[in-house]
């Protein structure tokens, strides 16, 4: 188990021997004993240490069984006691159960077929949230040949090809449930995936029949020593075959013999080890087809037919070729030089005191391969592994080993390599380039002592330095860090040079279909020296000035930095916190808030210079709204007794005054999002782009809901004016409207609210991935679930006033309802022919920004429109009104009683600060007033 304490870590902490440390384990302990002794089997409970974030303590409590009911109620009342007893708790006390099952692999897999490990708790862990599965203690992402699939309890991973080399290590699985975690795991090793038996057979035969009596096929296959196999014909029947000894290969060839050119044209063979569950399947294909591709590499083939062949000379793996257009097409290489291959079986075991002469002698090897390495893509990405390996297994990185890294790097990212990075990046499964990347800022985080290094595509300068710190690096990247009021601070930075030929060019600000993977797009290419930098303190200002690599481009230039989290964490470049400033003489200076990988991305797009603006246009207007909204219920309340003395009044304010409430929290959980989102790091449940999951969610939830709800109340409105207005002769009580209205109200957004979250929630597409918190558009276009009920509605009430509107024109306005029946219509009608479409362009405009993100003027006109939502509704659905405009006015300190003096108040309404109402309105103002005014004088307001 683990909880967080709202307190500062120290150092002491790391030391069992210290006072500190021992008081803090003995009140934790004491807490803990009282709450979980009463589990069921309890035998007993210690802490285990202590960590930082904040403080997370670390603790066993150990049963002789687990019973989740008694367990969940022992977690709440500690996590009680530890706020009152010993410091704030901000996370959540959750057990965690190590099983001692191992993940389930069923039985022995061969290299080439595929594996599954499977993840299933014997106990109940409640709700399943989310899984984690990890492999030699890094994050499994699903992606390439690594699958995860998740039911209700079990989570299977399955991995295509298993690989003994690659596929062999520590397997673990963790299943967040609400009342347990869950853990298994596994070390999967030679004994699980062994070595295929058979090394030679073909899995396809194509076969041209010429009709001659006696034509036969020779079917061969090869077992290496002592393993013994045999032929069958359907995977039945046994069939003599001549066996020859081939070196220490065994190999039964069976001459099969054609009977005739019409028997089956697909007949099977299965070559069988002796003993063993271990079996090829050949597949003859019959035809009296010519071949259409025939080469002395893969064979003879027919258009659509697939053949393998093994790899060249030196190298392991296979080939597997498709015959199209009379050609054998290549669509799977697994070549990799076996001496490469070698390096890479003995990086999976390495010793953090083998690391020197490790990679002295990788360095010495890919040197003298240089030109096979750089033409072989699965080399190079074989090559990037193996340096992830010697990043996670180093602690301390000295000078030899990173020279003898850098000048492996340098072989694989030079000019003689673009080819094999440019169909390393095509391969969507492969993540090579960023993989590359990563290791090399892991490794440089670990660097000890000062030096320079160089190599023809690479500079490397280590140093520290006191407040302030600038560089040249090799006249193409200028590095400036001014004023961090730090002294002896380590800095390192790696120049690449040829980096623009290793890393895609894929944005999270562009789609990525206008990218070219060659980085030769004239719109979008990486246009300058990648610089990786690395410091150990928080650096918030940094100004970097690029000299460009091709002056002929035109484009603006975007300052970007590497995102390793962007699609689905295969990386991406992203701007956020990095601004251009200024393009003079083909250099581009950009600054940015925080260290990494940076570059500059040419693009037809305009950085986020006006993001301020929209934010202080977006304030002010919602803290607008927020004093128009409680002005408008305040005022409501005021006059409610005054102007609801009819059943369509009545409604009619009921609705206006649910749907200024509806705004009014809506646009407090927009504040509230919004500053979630802002200060992602004070929430610990984060998504892929560091916005708070877990909060956002919530408050995007209550957003989603009350925006709609916004629409659902005008739509109240617009079928009251069309009842009241259509249907003269019908007669419905207050509460069937009462009741009709909030179920519409309330009703129907809380239905759309909950299925949106049901729906796109557990694929975790429900908000969106950056910078708000809101739904989501990209992945899984969950903001439709407000856009189209929202303009639904709007196209049915702009349907509505054009009924109305033409009955009234008919029949003349209140031919059959009286005086204040007829006002009420009329102010109605002026509301939702104004804010219907007043607020359906607000959110077509909002859906506008989505589709072109670019757009300036849209994402300016939509800030302003939208938060000041609520002072339109104050003042078209309220001030508008003139009967509460004069019930206001007469019951001002300042009027007396009287005919006289309510004349004189009538008066005063035009010349006070409303009068701009009436020369809005006109003539229909005037008389409106004189109106009102004339019911005051005889006593009796309307």
Known sequence: MTVQLNETFTEALNDPTSAEYNNLKDNMEAVLNTEYGGITGFIGVSVTGFREGSIFTEFVVETTEVTTAELAEANKAFSKAVTSTIAPVIGSVTALYNSEDKLRIGGIIYNGNRMRLVCEPRINVGKIRSVEWTFRGRVIEGT?????????????????????????????????????????????????????????????????????????????????????????????????????????????TYEYTLVACGEPTSPTFTCKVDDLDYRRVTTLSISEEPFTCEDDEYGDGREGEQSSTECPPGQVGEK?????????????????????????????????????????????????????????????????????????????????VMEDVLQTVDVIIGKDSRESWTALNANESNNASSDLLGSMELLSDKIV??????????????????????????????????????????ITTITFFTLNIVMPVRSSSFN????????????????????????????????????????????????????????DYRGGWDSEGCQFVSDINDTVTCRCDHLTSFSILMSTGIPKEFKELLDIITYVGVGISLASLVICLIIEGYVWKAITKNSTAFMRHVSLINTALSLLIADICF?????????????????????????????????HLFYLAVFFWMLVSGLLLFYRTVMVFSHMSKSVMLAIGFLLGYGCPLIIAVVTVAVTAPGDGYIMNKEACWLNWEQTRALLAFVIPALTIV????????????????????????????????????????LTPLFGLTWSLGVGTMLDST?????????????????????????????????????????????????????????????WFHRLRGRRNVYHTSEAANSGSAGAPE
């Open 320 to 400: 597997m070729a498709k015959c199209e257009n009379e050609k054998w097409i290549l669509v799977e290489d697994t070549c990799v030089i076996r001496v490469i291959k070698d390096f890479l079986v003995s990086s999976g075991e390495l010793q953090v005191d083998d690391v020197p002469d490790f990679v002295g002698n990788l360095s010495k090897e890919v040197k003298e391969i240089k030109n096979n390495v750089t033409k072989e893509p699965n080399t190079i990405s074989t090559i990037v592994e193996i340096l992830g390996n010697i990043a996670d297994v180093t602690l301390e990185v000295n000078q030899r």
């Open 671 to 703: 504040i509230i999002g919004a500053s979630i989102a802002d200060n992602p790091a004070e929430n610990p449940g984060k998504n892929n782009y560091n916005v708070p999951v877990e909060s956002c969610s919530t408050a995007t939830f209550f957003m």
């Open 855 to 915: 757009n300036r003027g849209l994402h300016i006109v939509f800030a302003l429109f939208n938060s000041l939502q609520g002072f339109f509704l104050l003042v078209f659905g309220t001030l508008f009104d003139s009967k509460i405009r004069s019930i206001l006015a007469r019951k001002s300190p300042t009027t007396s009683t009287g005919s006289n003096t309510t004349r004189s108040t009538s008066g005063g309404i035009s010349s006070t600060g409303l009068n």
């Open 512 to 567: 990525t279909s206008l990218f070219n993977t060659n980085n030769t797009d004239p719109v979008n290419a990486i246009n300058a020296a990648v610089v990786l930098i690395k410091v150990n303190e928080t650096i918030r200002n940094v100004t970097l000035s690029y000299t460009k690599l091709n002056m002929t481009l035109t484009q603006d230039p975007q300052c970007v930095f590497w995102n390793f989290k962007l699609f």
């Open 144 to 252: 390439g040949r690594r699958k995860i699939t998740n039911s209700n309890t079990p989570s299977v991973l399955t991995i295509e090809k298993a690989d003994v080399v690659l596929d062999t290590g520590i397997y673990q699985c963790t299943l967040m449930g609400d009342v347990l975690q869950f853990r298994q795991e596994r070390d999967v090793t030679g004994d699980d995936i062994q070595e295929a038996p058979i090394i030679v057979s073909k899995s396809h035969i194509p076969v041209r029949c010429l009709g001659m009596e006696g034509q036969t096929v020779p079917l061969e296959c090869c077992v290496q020593s002592p393993f013994k196999v045999k032929w069958f014909k359907d995977s039945l029947t046994p069939i003599d075959a001549g066996v020859t000894e081939k070196g220490t290969s065994f190999c039964p």
């Open 795 to 834: 196209c049915i009430n702009i349907i509505i006033v054009i009924v109305v509107l033409f009955k009234m024109l008919r029949r003349g306005v209140g031919d059959a309802s009286q005086r204040e029946e007829r006002h009420t219509l009329v102010v109605i009608l002026r509301c939702v022919a104004i």
């Open 449 to 490: 002592g000062t030096f320079t290094f160089e190599t023809d595509a690479i500079l490397l300068n280590r140093s520290t330095f006191d407040n302030s710190f600038y560089a040249n690096l090799n006249n193409s990247v200028v590095l400036d860090i001014p004023n961090t009021g730090f002294r002896n601070v380590s």
